[in-house]
T-cell receptor, first 117, second 111 residues
């Protein structure tokens, strides 16, 4: 049973649409992450939040806008996406402050499968 | 440039066979993790290795961290259909606030 939930599980949107992905962690963790998983490419880190503050923005285009209203919730707002943005978007959380140090474990949600037409 | 190279990218074998998956880099990692991801799910942590030369066993899975902490291997003995999935290695870069993932090895065990 995962302690990280994501909604929706599947999303189809046009390039002019605005949508939001939601992530909730029930583990009492301090750090939350957004990753993009595309076919034939490694998992790409997009954003890291530690104690509700963004600590990393991994050169992500501005059409992706994250929001972390509290330590349990993380959103990814999507606006004027491109077809190449179609991918599985994974949310994760970790106990620490977002430092991927020794023994730091990230717990992943099931992901949102996004298709941009 | 791929920081972590996994090989092979795809592997399909019969139940009962043994296999090894490799994760290689020119970078040194403070720790390295292996995850397994099943269809429709997110990755789930299998193990974390920290010390160069460390070997950890998880039932039929044996994980080894290279002496120089630049590479790792995953060996599965007597593979079973339940081992099917995408295996990801991820390295923690010293001084950086993130994990770097390999592109994964998609393993299929045929009954």
């Amino acid at each position: 049973e995962t302690g990280v939930t994501q909604t929706p599980r599947h999303l189809v949107m046009g390039m002019t649409n605005k949508k939001s992905l939601k992530c909730e962690q029930h583990l009492g963790h301090n750090a939350m992450y957004w990753y993009k998983q595309s076919a034939k490419k490694p998992l790409e880190l997009m954003f890291v939040y530690s104690l509700e503050e963004r600590v990393e923005n991994n050169s992500v285009p501005s059409r992706f806008s994250p929001e972390c209203p509290n330590s349990s919730h993380l959103f990814l707002h999507l606006h004027t996406l491109q077809p190449e943005d179609s991918a599985l978007y994974l949310c994760a959380s970790s106990r620490g402050t977002g430092l991927a140090g020794v023994g730091e474990t990230q717990y992943f949600g099931p992901g949102t499968r996004l298709l941009v037409l | 440039t791929q920081l972590l190279e996994q090989s092979p990218q795809f592997l399909s074998i019969q139940e009962g066979e043994n296999l090894t998956v490799y994760c290689n880099s020119s970078s040194v990692f403070s720790s390295l993790q292996w995850y397994r991801q099943e269809p429709g799910e997110g990755p789930v942590l299998l193990v974390t290795v920290v010390t160069g030369g460390e070997v950890k066993k998880l039932k039929r899975l044996t994980f080894q961290f290279g002496d120089a902490r630049k590479d790792s291997s995953l060996h599965i003995t007597a593979a079973q259909p339940g081992d099917t999935g995408l295996y990801l290695c991820a390295g923690a870069i010293q001084g950086a606030q993130k994990l770097v993932f390999g592109q994964g090895t998609r393993l299929t065990i045929n009954p």
